[in-house]
């Protein structure tokens, strides 16, 4: 059995680049940043942050790369400050396109992103047969390798909402070496107190520990699927 991921799994682990794309078309259609004035810019300038960086927050916390919060805000700033490396000429002759630089800047990223996704999908692929799952992978070089059956212990069916409702999901086999599971930080600690009835002190002292979960990447699972539940079921078939 040959799977690939769905093109819409990867718009989903990846919805900031259409989202950037499609604000962009949006901002570029409505406002015109050439003809505000000052208290209008500020205005637009902070709303275009909030729009953009707060996004990037969001997917950086849950994919844990804070990569994703940064480079909303350098975009912004590249935007903005590309005028000036520009003599004072040609601005004044492109004076439309330098003011709605960062608008301009995110749409053309936006749409880079959507084709790099697309490119990027196309290059995993999941063969199913009875020694395993074998996992190819790469761009530029093909990567492989092979989960095999009788090492596998555990087979999840992982998706969130969004995926819910188009149809998609992640089959993560989980072997006695630990793939496909990774480990998630969670805060413990005890409290203790002493001294008399009417004197008391306490303290509490606390650490990071971890614990597993199941981790659905391209190049662990077989992930992004349609028919997720069927795919479980033949895994589990050549697992038990």
Sequence with gaps: MNLKPTRRSFMIRYFIYPYYFLLGIVFYLNFDLSGIDGNNRLFLIGLWIALTV????????????????FWPALLNAAGWLIRYAFPEKIYNDLKPLFDNGPVLLFIVAGLLG????????????????????????GMFSANSHMIVARHITNVMLKRNFFELIMGVGHVIPVTSSGMGSGDRGVMGGFTGDAGTQNLRGGAFVGSVSTEKEFVANPANCIYGISKPKDV????KEMVL
């Design 232 to 235: 479980m079921e033949k895994l």
């Design 54 to 69: 707060v996004p990037g927050i969001l997917l950086a916390f849950s994919r844990r790369r804070f990569g994703w919060f």
């Design 114 to 137: 959507v084709v790099f996704v697309e490119i990027y999908r196309t290059s995993f692929k999941y063969d199913l047969s009875d020694a395993g799952v074998e996992i190819t992978h």
